[in-house]
């Protein structure tokens, strides 16, 4: 049915001491995805398309190109996003809801619909907050309280 929402919940957990600076998106990178490398990572016998007859093609299109038709709802203000940047306190759980809107009238009676929702940690290995220092105290001192000034470096450097 066209325009209808579906969401699915995605635990993401941080099992360190300290505060970590986690980053979810939508792939909007890869235009369609090679179905071996896909059955290497994932378990495909929660993903019926792969077991289809009579299909040989090696690769699936990322739904997302396609359709954009994937969301990431924002825990605290309910918006839907393409990618969220959040501190995860340490040991601490955050559930995201993972959006899929059905496309509209252009939308084929069946289609299947593959994504990859990519989880990062932005964190360095030897930044530990939280312990001596808070994340608070490098986001003023090293980038004058300015998020986008922080995500802009960690972009830059990877």
């Known amino acids: 049915m066209p325009g209808k929402l579906l969401g699915s919940t995605l635990n993401v ?8 600076i986690v980053e979810l998106s939508i792939d909007a990178a890869s235009f369609n995805y090679n179905k071996k490398s896909i059955s290497e990572k994932f378990d495909t016998s929660e993903l019926p398309f ?5 299909t040989k093609a090696e690769s699936i299109v990322n739904s997302e190109f396609k359709h954009e038709a994937w969301y990431i709802e924002n825990p605290i203000s309910r918006e839907l996003t ?15 809801i993972i ?15 593959l994504s ?21 105290d490098l986001l003023r ?6 998020m986008k ?3 802009r470096e960690r972009k830059k450097l990877a």
Do not use: C, H, W
């Not at 393409?82 to 995201?96: D, H, M, Y």
């Not at 809107?101 to 084929?108: D, E, I, L, T």
């Not at 030897?126 to 808070?134: H, Q, R, T």
């Open 50 to 54: 792969f077991a289809e007859a009579g």
């Open 13 to 20: 957990s941080n099992n360190s001491p300290y505060e970590q």
């Open 141 to 146: 001192l090293r980038y004058s309280n300015s």
């Open 82 to 96: 393409k990618r969220i940047t959040l501190k995860l306190g340490p040991k601490a759980e955050q559930e995201f």
């Open 149 to 151: 000034e922080f995500l």
């Open 116 to 136: 990859i929702i990519n989880i990062g940690l932005l964190t360095y290995a030897d930044e530990e907050f939280g312990g001596k220092d808070s994340f608070e």
């Open 99 to 113: 959006v899929v809107r059905s496309p509209g009238a252009n939308f084929k009676r069946i289609e299947n619909m």
